[in-house]
């Protein structure tokens, strides 16, 4: 048996029920195949392959709070630390009611390689909560933070774990984790990003995500040949990385006819009207169901569909596992030229084979949706320097990380003779960084 064959199926047996972080593993060291065969000898010898699927250090705890009603409820509070082979752990906390180890653990894994790519100087984590903050109030909001905070502040700090947003964590629940860690801790410093720019956030932050995927997708495209100018494009998702990667890519002259949330989605056959959208979401906090009495000549539909629209690019932009194969098939029956996943495993990896296997150019997430803890990192930086730079600095700084990232998965990809395989580009690229570190870093 092959030493890929033999970690992967370690790594299930040894990790049983998580489908997810299993889905993640076997994506990333089945196409590392050509580099571990080529160094087989060494990496096995240093189990680097045992080491990179083993996360340093896996922290649960309860989570108490009282809601409106005066009622005592109990979540579940995760910290994975996986590695911090080139630098301080580093990745979002996710709430959400689906959260659970194997989630946890598969995007602490991807983390690994995505922040390998940016380039910086950070290691991988992911944490989060079972905690839905779907209908809460904003005190109950705050008093899950600031107790989810009371426990974590032990783990983490600006030169060793720092955590920022991911689904259901945007600005004011960072507010809330940051104004708690200061009080038990006793410290301003750069302990979460994604902060609000009255307290040491970075300007374009917010952006970042959503920018920097179509910065990628437009690199990708000019060396093709192509120009993004004029494409159809369609979204998933309404949250902050789907609104503003509709923003850039409107700025950019696409066109991009939906979006959705987990009750349904929107068909806007003129494009989709941001100001309307950013008012609902980021506003007033209400379901896609109001577009409507935005847009009269725009189609609701509940539940999924998104993936049946023509269009030149679709950019799933929501949750794991949201692009199946059914989808892929209608994709490319309907033409796509490329999927670019600004979320993390938004694909199957039996669509991401389907699609490979029709020539669709696929971006996956590690390196399309890195465009957010890269911009993070710059968080970090301007936080240790105590100063904060404008946001034409941090766009620019954005844009040419995205590019790079573009060709050195591009590079790694043609190296080893996979021209245009942007999954095995990327796994190979964001790996090797992190193994040479190891290395060198000797047994620990
Ligand atoms: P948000 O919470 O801002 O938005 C998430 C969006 O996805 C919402 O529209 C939400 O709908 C929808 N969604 C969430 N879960 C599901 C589900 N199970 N089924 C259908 N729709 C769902 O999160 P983000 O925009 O920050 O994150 C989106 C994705 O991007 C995630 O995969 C995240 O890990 C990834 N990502 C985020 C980064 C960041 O900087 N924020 C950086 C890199 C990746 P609803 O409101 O109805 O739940
Ligand atoms: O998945 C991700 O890369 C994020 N949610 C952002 C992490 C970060 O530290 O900014």
């Known amino acids: 048996m092959s030493y890929v064959d033999e970690v992967i199926e370690k790594t299930i047996l040894k990790n049983p029920n998580q489908p997810e972080f299993h889905q993640a593993v076997k994506e990333v060291l089945n196409s590392l195949r050509p580099v571990i065969d080529a160094h087989e000898e060494e990496y096995k010898r240093n189990a680097i392959l045992e080491r990179i699927t083993n996360p340093e250090r896996q922290i649960i705890f309860r989570v108490p709070w009282v809601d409106d009603k005066g009622q005592v409820q109990i979540n579940t509070g995760y910290r994975v630390q996986f590695s911090s082979a080139i630098g301080p752990y580093k990745g979002g906390l996710r709430l959400h009611p689906s959260v659970n180890l194997s989630i946890i653990k598969f995007l602490g894994f991807e983390q690994v390689f995505k922040n390998s790519l940016t380039g910086l100087p950070i290691g991988g984590g992911k944490g989060g909560s079972d905690f839905d903050p779907k209908g ?71 952006e970042a995500t959503g920018y920097g995927l179509l910065y990628i997708v437009n690199e990708m495209l000019k060396n093709h040949g192509l120009l993004i100018a004029g494409k159809t494009i369609t979204v998933s998702g309404a949250g902050n990385v789907a609104i503003y990667a509709i923003e850039k890519a409107q700025q950019l002259g696409a066109k991009v006819v939906t979006c959705s949330d987990s009750n349904g989605w929107v068909y806007d056959p003129d494009g989709i009207d941001l100001k309307a959208l950013k008012e609902i979401k980021e506003v007033k906090r209400q379901r896609l169901t109001e577009y409507k009495n935005y847009r009269p000549a725009s189609e609701y539909h509940s539940g999924k569909g998104v993936w049946s629209i023509k269009c030149d690019i679709a950019l799933p932009c929501a949750t794991q596992n949201e692009l199946n194969l059914d989808d892929a098939k209608a994709l490319v029956a309907n033409g796509v ?89 990327a796994n190979i690229a964001g790996f090797e960084k992190v193994a040479d570190a190891m290395i060198a870093q000797g047994v620990i």
């Open 136 to 206: 809460k109030s904003d005190r109950e909001i705050m008093a899950f933070c600031q107790s989810l905070m009371t426990e974590l502040y032990k783990y983490i700090g600006a030169d060793t774990d720092v955590p920022a947003g991911d689904i259901g964590v945007g600005a004011r629940e960072i507010g809330y984790l940051f104004g708690q860690y200061k009080r038990i801790h006793g410290t301003f410093e750069g302990v979460l990003t994604g902060k609000g720019l009255t307290y040491g956030g970075s300007l374009a932050r917010t």
């Open 337 to 425: 030229y490329a999927v670019a996943e600004g979320a993390n495993m938004p694909t199957t990896a039996d669509a991401t084979e389907y699609l490979l296997a029709n020539k669709v150019i696929f971006l996956p997430g590690k390196a399309a949706n890195a465009g957010g803890v890269a911009t993070s990192a710059l968080e970090m930086s301007q936080n240790s320097e105590r100063l904060n730079r404008s946001f034409e600095e941090v766009d620019a700084k954005l844009k040419s990380i995205m590019e790079g990232i573009y060709h050195n998965i591009d590079k790694a990809a043609k190296k080893y003779g996979y021209e245009d395989n942007f999954v095995i580009g």
